[in-house]
Each structure stands twice: as structure tokens, then as C-alpha cells.
């Protein structure tokens, strides 16, 4: 008998989609970086592909998902109930992050399994709700591994180098790793992964950043301007990271998934270390690392 685990690890693989990876039209950026003894990454968008849009919009696709999700987990909703549904779920999350916000959390997350507890009918079973947010997430936003991910975080072990995770993510983000990449993340290995969704905080958020850096210094006494984050998001990744000491590397390999955020007045003149247009060029960043 399959462990609620291993069914998720199945669905992933089932529902995932590979998708053609196009660069930016933008030139990457490959000054060496010295002294680099951790490497941090993203992970939607970065080191998995994602098709995720702006969260809390409600629209024909969020609608399709949620109808495949009942057939196929046989919740007899009505259209006009999963219409009222899924406005529920997306005005929930809404009103939770403002109750985080009024608690000054300035950039809030969400357990997903929370929210859909609250919309859906109580009789379900904590297993089945996790099906069903799974089950809704991978129809609504079907992700796959980057180009050269795994031969990436390979090269970088190899070279003694430290592996973290800063992401935005709900409880299925970590299974990503053994369902698509065929490894658990302390066998890769990675260090102190924060997700989000248990610290009810989300990235751009520099407390994220700055537990990080704790961690890595009191395990590895690796210091700020030791770690590189690589991101493809230039609000969310590079502009916190920056602004506490971090090496940035703007991952621009995927142009659907890259977020410069040009609009954004706090981000003029911003910068970052390097610009790479695949994963394998971190490696090159650090082949005259001196540790």
C-alpha cells in the first residue's frame, strides 16, 4: 500500500510537463566571483520551470483546474459550485494576508492546506485535502526541472561548494526533488531549505534571508559575502538578497519565468553580480573560486 507520500511523488510525475526552455533576449554577465562558499537558489522559476502567474487572480484556467481536479478525485460539485469555490479560495487568502500584514508581517504566506480547509466541506480527511490542493496546484501550474539542474548542483558539490533553498512554496514544492530529479534533497545535498509556508512569511522578506545566513554561519561560518543566490526574479530574489550582503546571479534561461520587474521604483539602478543563461554557467562564475 502506497504512503500518502508516494502518491504525491506519482501525481507529480503523472501531471508535470516538460517544457521548451527559451533564454532571455539579454546577455548574460559572467564576471568570476571570489570567495564563494554557498550557493543559494530559488526554486519556481529557477530551478524548476513554472507556469504560476500572479496568485489570487481568478481566471478560466484556475476555473478548468479545479474541474479537473473534482473529476478526478470525484467531488460531485456543480459548475456553478466550483465557481463559488475557488472565488472563496482566492478571498481567503486574500483576507489571511491581511491579518498577517495588520500583525506586521509585511509579506505573508500561506499554509495552502489551510485555506482549502476552510472553503471546502469539513467531513474531508486531512489526506484528501492534501490531494486535492496538490492535485489543483499541478494542473494550474505544471512545472519540470530546468535544463542541466541536476548536473548543476552536481558540479557544485564536486567543488566543495554549499547548497541552500530560499523559496516561496507550499508543502509539495520539496517533493519536486525526488519526483523529477530522483533525489531527496539531503542526498544532493542542500542545506537549511526555507520554505515559506512554514515561516508564514514570504520572499521579498529579508528576515528569510537573514535566518539563512545564520545558519550557514554557524554550520559553516560562511558570512554574507560568501553566499551567491541565484533567482530569476529581480524584486523577489535579487533586491533582497542584495540588500543584505549576498552575491546576486539573475537567472535569465528561461524567458517566460523571468521577472525583471522594470516598473518597480525601488529597483532603479538596481543591479546584479552576474546574469547567466544556464545553470551550467554558475559553475564557470566559480571555476577560480578561492575558498
Known amino acids: 500500500m502506497q504512503s500518502l507520500k508516494e502518491e504525491h511523488l506519482v501525481r507529480i510525475r503523472e501531471l508535470s510537463k516538460k517544457k521548451n526552455v527559451l533564454p532571455a533576449s539579454i546577455s548574460a554577465k559572467l564576471y568570476p566571483l571570489k570567495n564563494i562558499k554557498a550557493v543559494i537558489f530559488d526554486v519556481y522559476g529557477t530551478l524548476f ?23 478526478y478525485l470525484h467531488m460531485p460539485f456543480t459548475p456553478l459550485e466550483r465557481s463559488n469555490l475557488i472565488k472563496q479560495y482566492l478571498t481567503h487568502i486574500h483576507h489571511m494576508h491581511a491579518q498577517y500584514k495588520q ?19 469539513a467531513h474531508l480527511s486531512k489526506q484528501k485535502i492534501e490531494r486535492i490542493a496538490l492535485e489543483y496546484e ?16 552536481s558540479t557544485l558539490t564536486k567543488q566543495g561548494v554549499h547548497i541552500g533553498i530560499i523559496s516561496n512554496a507550499q508543502f509539495y514544492t520539496p517533493l519536486l526533488f ?19 509556508y512554514l515561516r508564514k512569511r514570504a520572499k521579498p522578506d529579508p528576515l528569510l534571508f537573514q535566518e539563512t545566513i545564520k545558519k550557514f554561519n554557524h ?43 522594470k516598473d518597480f521604483p525601488q529597483l532603479t539602478g538596481a543591479k546584479t553580480d552576474a546574469v547567466i543563461l544556464s545553470l551550467q554557467q554558475i559553475a564557470f562564475l566559480l571555476k577560480n573560486n578561492k575558498m
Open 49 to 71: 520551470t513554472s507556469s504560476a502567474g500572479e496568485i489570487g487572480i481568478m481566471n478560466e484556467k484556475c476555473l478548468s483546474a479545479f474541474r479537473d481536479t473534482c473529476n
Open 103 to 121: 500583525k506586521g508581517i509585511p509579506y505573508p504566506e500561506v499554509d495552502i492546506r489551510s485555506i482549502w480547509r476552510s472553503v471546502l466541506p
Open 138 to 153: 499541478l494542473r494550474s501550474n505544471p512545472v519540470w526541472p530546468m535544463p542541466d539542474v541536476s548536473s548543476c548542483l
Open 178 to 196: 525526488p519526483a523529477l530529479l530522483n533525489q531527496e534533497l539531503n542526498s544532493i545535498p542542500i542545506h537549511f531549505p526555507l520554505w515559506s
Open 219 to 261: 554550520a559553516f561560518s560562511i558570512v554574507s559575502h560568501q553566499i551567491a543566490y541565484v533567482g530569476n526574479d529581480m524584486l523577489n530574489d535579487m533586491l533582497p538578497a542584495s540588500q543584505i550582503g549576498m552575491k546576486t546571479i539573475l537567472f535569465a534561461g528561461d524567458r517566460s519565468s523571468l521577472r525583471l520587474r
